[in-house]
């Protein structure tokens, strides 16, 4: 039972987070919540603010193959690409066991892995790297900024990344947004949010020359220790790529539900 808690903590933190994120972009953007799909799909070149995810709790293999196919549809409709989400522990370990060939099936492919983290870790202390100096993200050329080490560290191009951020007084204003700087030059990044009171941390990224020292786990330190300051909390949230799922639990983060990402197939 606690890991279909988990999992469904974890889809609540994307459906609620990403209505923001994604209407932040478009105000018309298509936000729907169908029976066992939550749709939050700005269209944007920046392809993770596309989203299409499962939301039935318990999901035998025959609706996930119904669910697949309805989501890939919607997919297909859509000008961008995106990702669909699947948070593997709210289905039947049957619908588990199946869901590649589901996905096959489906015209999806599956495209990274990832793990849905949570803690009641907050509040932690301010950090401190010797390298690092921390400035919040308040203006454009510190969106770009921030837009930029994303798109060089999951291979966006620049251009794909600061559709994603470009002019935001949400990320300028209530996301608790870092760069961290070496020799005043951006090289990592990370962000904290307020939602269905939790903190969420999202868009973490380093510059792939300066990885390994450390730099992610001290700016995503930096934006849990401000966001927490601000709100209060003390529950925080991620949904981790592979690359950064052994960075969080030195945070405190334990790690929940695995997800899959899923992709039209090329």
Same mark, same amino acid.
């Given at each position: 039972?606690?890991?279909?808690?988990?999992?469904?903590?974890?889809?609540?933190?994307?459906?609620?987070?990403?209505?923001?994120?994604?209407?932040?972009?478009?105000?018309?953007?298509?936000?729907?919540?169908?029976?066992?799909?939550?749709?939050?799909?700005?269209?944007?070149?920046?392809?993770?603010?596309?989203?299409?995810?499962? %939301?039935?709790?318990?999901?035998?293999?025959?609706?996930?193959?119904?669910?697949? +196919?309805?989501?890939?549809? =919607?997919?297909?409709?859509?000008?961008?690409?995106?990702?669909?989400?699947?948070?593997?522990?709210?289905?039947?370990?049957?619908?588990?066991?199946?869901?590649?060939?589901?996905?096959?099936?489906?015209?999806?492919? *599956?495209?990274?892995?990832?793990?849905?983290?949570?803690?009641?870790?907050?509040?932690?202390?301010?950090?401190?790297?010797?390298?690092?100096?921390? /400035?919040?993200?308040?203006?454009?050329?510190?969106?770009?900024?921030?837009?930029?080490?994303?798109? *060089?560290?999951?291979?966006?191009?620049?251009?794909?990344?600061?559709?994603?951020?470009?002019? +935001?007084?949400?990320?300028?204003?209530?996301? *608790?947004?870092?760069?961290?700087?070496?020799?005043?030059?951006?090289?990592?990044?990370?962000? %904290? /949010?307020?939602?269905?009171?939790?903190?969420? /941390?999202?868009?973490?990224?380093?510059?792939?020359?300066?990885?390994?020292?450390?730099?992610?786990?001290?700016?995503?330190?930096?934006?849990? *220790?401000?966001?927490?300051?601000?709100?209060?909390?003390?529950?925080?949230?991620?949904?981790?790529?592979?690359?950064?799922?052994? /960075?969080?639990?030195? =945070?405190?983060?334990?790690?929940?539900?695995?997800?899959?990402?899923?992709?039209?197939?090329?």
């Amino acid at each position: 039972m606690q890991n279909l808690a988990d999992a469904t903590e974890s889809l609540e933190q994307l459906v609620v987070g990403w209505r923001e994120m994604v209407l932040d972009r478009d105000a018309a953007a298509d936000v729907r919540d169908l029976p066992g799909i939550a749709v939050r799909w700005a269209d944007s070149r920046f392809a993770f603010w596309n989203c299409v995810t499962l %939301t039935d709790v318990g999901a035998d293999p025959a609706l996930v193959r119904q669910r697949l +196919s309805q989501a890939a549809q =919607i997919m297909r409709a859509k000008k961008r690409p995106g990702f669909l989400w699947v948070f593997e522990d709210l289905l039947t370990d049957e619908a588990r066991a199946a869901l590649g060939t589901a996905a096959e099936q489906a015209g999806l492919e *599956h495209a990274f892995p990832g793990t849905g983290m949570a803690g009641d870790l907050l509040p932690l202390p301010d950090p401190v790297h010797p390298d690092l100096t921390f /400035v919040r993200v308040t203006t454009d050329e510190h969106l770009r900024a921030y837009a930029d080490l994303n798109s *060089h560290a999951y291979g966006f191009a620049l251009e794909d990344g600061r559709d994603g951020l470009d002019g +935001s007084t949400l990320w300028k204003e209530r996301v *608790h947004a870092y760069l961290g700087m070496r020799d005043g030059e951006p090289v990592t990044c990370a962000a %904290t /949010v307020e939602v269905a009171g939790r903190l969420f /941390v999202v868009l973490v990224a380093t510059a792939p020359a300066w990885e390994r020292n450390g730099y992610g786990e001290a700016v995503t330190r930096k934006a849990l *220790h401000e966001g927490g300051r601000a709100t209060g909390l003390t529950r925080a949230t991620l949904h981790a790529t592979a690359a950064g799922a052994p /960075v969080y639990p030195r =945070i405190g983060f334990e790690p929940n539900s695995p997800m899959g990402f899923y992709a039209l197939k090329s």
